[in-house]
């Protein structure tokens, strides 16, 4: 990374940042830097960043060079543009209201072809194919809400998503949405437990919800870097600090597939997953973890045969 930044530009509350810069906004539920998913890939974009900051309500502008190909035109090139407002005026609560525009021109005026599926590409399992010569337009509405009030915790967020092919008369539009609601005891090991809830819409007449760039995963197993979509999911988990410096962590999630994907059967499989992170220092962490998907039965809409294991060590230095 590296970019040049201005602050208090004309004495107002105003910052430009202009390079290399990691985009993180909420929860990273669309948009992130994809540094905590279990492969770490990292995400930095080449960007200018408009920041309007007070204590009341912050406000984003951004513009990101996602793929050039050409140094005089936009065919050939894929361009992100978006504003994120969010409103701090309630305590230990945040309000946020986003859009976020994609213009995938990889595929328009070029004799080189992206064979790769690569984020930003509409993640679906309808047969319609993108071809040569079109542009897509993806442009994503978002609300979100989340914060503590007292020993509650919660995070909700919906989005609508509207996809616009060229030369195709059939636009796209689906939904998404998001909800995890929390409660920390206040006793021994501060236990905390959660419920949770997601839904990326997959019919048979539309593209499925692009998750853009999330840096969320709803399992270790078979949503490896947030790119899982048609589905819905519903989770229960338990952590707990049994000493100063160790934590546990317990969660059983359930995934069955939305209409789309075109399965006889629409039931994806449970998870289970347990973890446990040792902090060492305020700088060297450990942790270890196991997660097993059970399939049930051949005809899920994976089309797994059998039950899947996962195991992981993970060493976090920061610096």
């Known amino acids: 990374q590296a970019y040049i930044e201005a602050n208090e530009m004309w004495g107002a509350p105003l910052r430009l940042r202009i390079g290399r810069q990691e985009l993180v906004f909420g929860s990273e539920w669309v948009l992130g830097n994809n540094n905590t998913n279990s492969l770490f890939p990292g995400l930095s974009y080449d960007a200018i960043r408009l920041t309007y900051a007070t204590d009341l309500v ?11 190909r050409s140094a005089v035109e936009e065919d050939g090139d894929l361009d992100m543009y978006g504003i994120y407002a969010s409103y701090l005026g309630i ?72 996809i616009d092919i060229d030369n195709n008369d059939n636009d796209s539009d689906s939904w998404a949405a998001n909800l995890e609601l929390g409660y920390t005891f206040d006793t021994t090991c501060t236990p905390r437990i959660s419920l949770g809830a997601a839904y990326f819409e997959d019919d048979d007449d539309d593209l ?97 045969d059998d039950d899947l294991d996962y195991v992981y060590f993970e060493t976090k230095l920061c610096f």
């Open 58 to 68: 912050s406000l984003d502008a951004i513009y990101a060079k996602l793929v050039e």
């Open 91 to 162: 305590e230990d609560v945040t309000l946020d209201a986003y859009w976020i525009y994609l213009r995938d021109a990889t595929d328009k005026n070029t004799n080189i072809r992206l064979r790769t599926r690569n984020w930003w590409r509409p993640l679906t399992l309808h047969p319609r194919q993108i071809t040569e010569g079109d542009s897509v337009d993806t442009h994503t509405f978002g609300l979100r809400g989340a914060g503590t009030l007292g020993a509650f915790d919660f995070e909700a967020e919906a989005a609508y998503q509207h």
């Open 208 to 304: 499925a919800f692009n998750r853009l760039a999330s840096d969320w995963e709803y399992s270790l197993i078979i949503d490896k870097l947030g790119t899982l979509t048609g589905f819905w999911t519903l989770n229960a988990g338990v952590s707990a600090m049994v000493t100063e410096s160790i934590e546990l962590d317990l969660n059983v999630a359930y995934f069955e597939a939305d209409e789309g994907t075109r399965r006889d059967d629409d039931e994806m499989g449970w998870e289970i997953d347990l973890c446990a992170v040792y902090d060492y220092s305020e700088d060297l962490s450990f942790e270890v973890g196991y997660a097993h998907f059970f399939t049930d039965d051949d005809d899920n809409a994976l089309g797994l």
